[in-house]
C-alpha cells in the first residue's frame, strides 16, 4: 500500500478507526470490503487471499478493471490495486512454483497473463489508475509524477575473448575454431595472444565513453566465480581483468558482482566471490546481479542480505523482455514467507540483449522495434528503463554485428 502512494509527496496514515478516518484532511481511500459511509472518500474492495498466514498456490486468470488486466486472485472478479501491485512485486507467484526452465529458473511464460502481461508495466499502470479515481472525488490531489531516465548496465560474462586464457585453451579454442570452419577466427585469435592485437571483448571504453558523452548512469556487473561449464571468465587473480575493473569504476560506473551459475542458494560461494570484488575495489561491494538471471525466491535474495549485499540487479526474465514485477520503478523486496520488508532494493531490469537475440530469435532491426516499445512504456509510467547488454554483444563480432546501434539507441535518454 505505501508503494502505491510512494510518489504521492503526502504521508500515509492507516487507520482502522472511523472517527480518524472522518477527521483526516486530505483525500482518504476506503480499503474494505463493507460499503463505505463516507460519500467523500474513494473506496476499493480487498480481496483477502493475500492476507491469509499460509502460501496459496495462486493461478489468478486474467480480468479487466477500466480495461486494464489484472489477476483474479480470489475468483471474486474484484480489482484490488493494492493486492494486485502487491501479487507482482513480492512475486508471489513465484514461492509457490513447481516448473522451471533448464537452468532452474521461473520462466516468463509460467507468469499470470502469460507473455502479453509482461509487455507493460501494470503495477505502475494501476498506480496511475488509483490516482485518477482520487482526483475524481479530491479534485485537489496532485501526485508527483517520476521521472523516466535511461540506465546503462553491462555483465561481463567474458572479459576477454582470446587474451588471457592460457596456452591450452588458446590451443584447444583455435582448433576448435578450425573444425567450425572458422579459419578467420583462428587468425584473430592468435593474433590477440601473438601481437597483443586489441582483443574483441574489450570493449570497456567504448562503453563509458558512450554512457559518459550522454550522462547515463552505467552499472557493470563482473563474474569472478572459479571456472566451471557456465563460469568461463578468465581468472579472478588476472592483472588485466583487475584493472578494468577498477577503470570502470574509477570511470564513475557503479561496479557489483554477478554471482556464478552455482551461487544462487550456496552463501559460502556467494561470500567469497563478494570478497574477492571487495578485495579489487578496496570497498564493500553492495550491488549484485545473478549470473543467467538465475535465483530462486525466497533462498537467493536472503543469501544476498547475508552477504551484506544491498541492491540487486536480477529482476527480469531470460526468456522473455518486460516487467517481471511489474514496474520500472526499484522497490524494496518483501520477503512473504517472514511477512517483512526488507533492505534489499530491487532495481527492475526491461530488457536484455541475449532475450532478443538467442531466445526471440530478432534481428537487430526487430529487437530495435521492441526496445523502442518497452521505452515508451516506461516513459508514460516514469521510472528507470534499465537494458541488461554484455561487453561482447556490442563488439559488433559474429552473431552481434548491427547489435551496438540497437543498445546505443536503448541507452539513449531522450
Known sequence: MRWMFSFAGEELRVTSDLIVFSNASGPRVWYSNEPCPFTDAVSF????????????????????????????????????PFASSFFLLSRYEEYTATAFDEHGRFSGHQAWGGAASLCRPWADIWRSGVHVEIRKVFPDYNPAVSAFRTVASIDVDSAFAFRYKGVRRTLVGAAKDVLRLKPGRALTRMKCVLSNEHDPFDTYEYILDTCLAQHIELRCFFLLADRSRYDINVHHRNAQLRERIEDMRDGGAIVGIHPGYESHNDVRIVRSEIARLDSILGE??????????????????????????????????????????????????????????????????????????????????????????????????????????????????????????VWEEAIKPE
Not at 493475500?50 to 471474486?76: E, H, K, R, T
Not at 515508451?376 to 516514469?382: I, L, S, W
Open 284 to 405: 564493500k561491494t553492495l550491488h549484485s546481479r545473478q549470473h543467467f538471471l538465475k535465483f530462486r525466491l525466497p533462498v537467493t535474495y536472503r543469501r544476498l542480505l547475508e552477504c551484506d549485499i544491498r541492491h540487486d540487479h536480477s529482476m527480469g526474465y531470460a526468456d522473455l523482455p518486460g516487467f517481471r514485477a511489474g514496474t520500472a520503478h526499484p522497490f524494496k523486496w518483501f520477503d512473504v514467507e517472514r511477512n517483512e520488508v526488507t533492505s534489499l532494493l530491487v532495481h527492475p531490469i526491461i530488457v536484455m540483449d541475449s532475450t532478443l537475440r538467442h531466445y526471440q530469435q530478432l534481428d537487430a532491426l526487430e529487437a530495435m522495434q521492441v526496445v523502442a516499445q518497452l521505452k515508451a512504456e516506461v516513459r508514460n509510467t516514469g521510472g528507470d528503463f534499465i537494458t541488461l547488454w554484455h561487453n561482447e554483444t556490442v563488439a559488433e563480432q559474429g552473431d552481434w554485428v548491427g547489435w551496438r546501434a
Open 45 to 80: 474492495a480487498r480481496v483477502e487471499v493475500l492476507w491469509d498466514n499460509a502460501m496459496s498456490n495462486l493461478q489468478p486468470a486474467v480480468c479487466y478493471w477500466n480495461n486494464m488486466p489484472f489477476p483474479n486472485l480470489d475468483g471474486s472478479e474484484r480489482f484490488d
